[in-house]
């Protein structure tokens, strides 16, 4: 529509302006001509008629110059005013053309009916559902993606088949996923051919596609976190590093209903069917930190152009904490996960096979363990953690282990130096083996104390337990530096002699090769069932197991296969029943992006808690909870300091069950507010990852947007204002021309 409209704006254009200029010369011209009609005509009607303004007795009494203004020079009027016709024509024209034009077609290709201003727009511009890459900062810089400017970026779009595809002018590049990191690579390396680039349109069908290969994160991630000196060691084989790098151009992640739409039009460009049209994409990616050129984390947060990445994490435990008890507090039995993971493109970051697996695999564990009776006579407290910000510098590890040492009011009941064994849960979606149909999980060990080869034997045990379920358990191969990237790193660099194990689907290096990306529902019910039981074996301490009672725990499987519906994909998403019953989510689509920190630090019922932390939250309430005889209904919070109101958002769903469930903070250590303004300070000597730690926020923007239309190449532009012209200097032409003949006509008469 742009193209279409922009012709007949030109053609008219120049219609008027040719109709008003020749207008103003005919009025000139005519009024020139007329003086000299009147004074001709006027001599030879007074000596044809020998009187000299007096009455005429034969004319009914009118005299010569009535009769000429009513008569002759009635004449000359009558052929100005037919000049003034002429300058009409072109109006005349252009509506005729404009009324035979075939009626319009849109964008897509569809035949509309505009009836009104939006539909007008509607019909030039078509907005592109999408994902973008956004810009992200730390203390020593940015990484990310971000318009070059304050202006909205604009090119034609082409399509690339190959990331090694020549540009012949600026353009807006449409790739397949697979093919990004190799353009981002060329990018980085060829300064004439990233001038070139205006945009990235990147298809895809989503991050389950298993054909991608897509690994934006390091072959280390996090390597300045680990507790060993090898931090060179290739744990992800497949990592391309892209996500770290800073790209001074808009990325956008096409959505699955839009790719297709999109391929038309760069088609259409490729096809070259119009020679004066091209279709173009709009990429509106103005960063606040990049207008205020703020572009690290300290002078951004201090200009309040960004805000820090964070959110909240959820502690609970089974059975609930009496805090008020007198009674010696057990050692602690810690098992833990994350629920965030990192992401080239912000809002399309379900990081399924790390590291939700885990975290789905943990809560199906509480769920099984919760249906143990006389928990209370375990000689460990099993205590639940679920971490976010693990991605950015292990935000909600490192916050949760501060607030234990500062004794807030989060962490109330838990101690620090109670914490016995940490049991983490990372990936364990890709452990089956489908030629064996055995599921096998690796233990890596923070180390070779006794408390840690208990835990080993533990999960041994737990493997037999299991029996025809199949499920084995390997120790980690020494030959490894340590642990591989996880939550441990940050207890073990607290305290060296922390007895913890990770448990993984691999060995020495990542088996997925899309970390950060892709899954398996029976291999995580397995792991879930491997953790359960050894939980309990542990938290039996020295006291025989009761083999019966074991035997007993079982996952289900069924609420394992929702959970991953739930989770991990927009159908049904967080539109599903368990969600539906304790929140009202935001968005149907789960994100699992940290995000940024809204909320005061000291909040015991955040208000923007994220969609999965508050489900997280209710679940492992509803889960641990212990009723004291019938609950009463809530709508928020509970009278009680042992009771918690689960089921709050859902209209007369809420009720009050004695759990001790509680959100923790999770930001950046070496940030503190004062005034609702962050404020970076020097790192802690009780924090040692503080030193290495990057501080990570986002930017501010006004809007994020993508949309595409059609607009007609400069040359073209110029032709058609010389057509304006050209019709303009025709109608002078014609005009000169008429009005010469017909004064030479009147001479003759």
Known sequence: MAGRSKQWLLIGAGAIFGSLTTAALLKILSRKVGKQQVGRHSTDFLMHNGMNGKENPAGGGRTGCQDIHNGLLGFDLEDEVSSAMVPKIPFLLVALALLLAPPYRSIAGATDTLESVPDLQRAMYRNIKSYPCVRLLNLSGEIGCSNPGQEKVIAPIVRFKHSSDELT???????????????????SKDMDFAQKVAGVLVESDGYRSKSLGFSPAEKFPQAAFAPYKNINYEWNLAGSGIMSNQYNFPVFLLSPETKSVVQELAGKNAGGTDLYQVIVAEFDLVMQTT?????DSGSCLKEQTCLPLGGFSVWSSLPPINISSEKPSKSILMAVASQDSASFFRDQSLGAESPISGLIALLAAVDALSRVDDLNELKKQLVFVVFTGEAWGYLGSRKFLQELDLGADAVNGLNNTLIEQVLEIGSVGK???????????????????????????????ASDS?????????????????IPPSSLMTFL??????????????????????????????????????????????????????????????????????LVGCLLSCEPGFSCSIVRNFISPSNTCPSHY??????????RYPEYADDTSRFVWNF??????????????????????????????????GRCVISTTRYVPAYSTRLKIEDNLWHVIPASSLDPMGSVDPVWTESFWNTIGLRVYTVQSGTYDRLILVGGVGVTVASYIVTIVTKSFLAKAVKND
């Open 493 to 562: 660099r607290k305290n060296s002699s922390a007895a913890g194990i990770v448990l993984e689907d691999f060995d020495s290096f990542f088996t997925n090769k899309f970390y950060h990306t892709n899954i398996n529902s029976s291999s995580i019910a397995a792991a879930a069932a491997l953790v359960a039981r050894t939980l309990y074996i542990l938290a039996s301490g020295d006291v025989t197991v009761n083999l019966m009672t074991l035997n007993s725990i079982k996952v289900n499987v069924s609420l394992v296969e929702e």
């Open 431 to 461: 452990g089956l083996d489908q030629a064996t149909r055995a599921t096998t999980f690796y233990a890596h060990a923070g180390g070779d104390s006794p408390v840690t080869k208990d835990m080993l034997k533990a999960l041994q045990n």
């Open 291 to 295: 207008k205020s050129h703020t572009h």
């Open 466 to 482: 299991l029996g025809s379920d199949n499920v084995k358990i390997k120790a980690a191969d020494v030959s490894n530096p340590g």
């Open 169 to 187: 002018r600026l353009s807006a590049v449409l790739l397949p996923l697979e093919k990004l990191e190799g353009l981002l690579l060329r990018i």
């Open 620 to 653: 492992l309430a509803d889960k641990t909870s212990k009723l004291k005889g019938s609950t009463s209904s809530c709508t928020g919070k509970c009278n009680s300091i042992d009771q918690v109101c689960i089921g709050a958002e859902i209209e007369g769903k």
């Open 594 to 603: 940290v995000g940024v920190f809204l909320d005061s630090p000291d909040t």
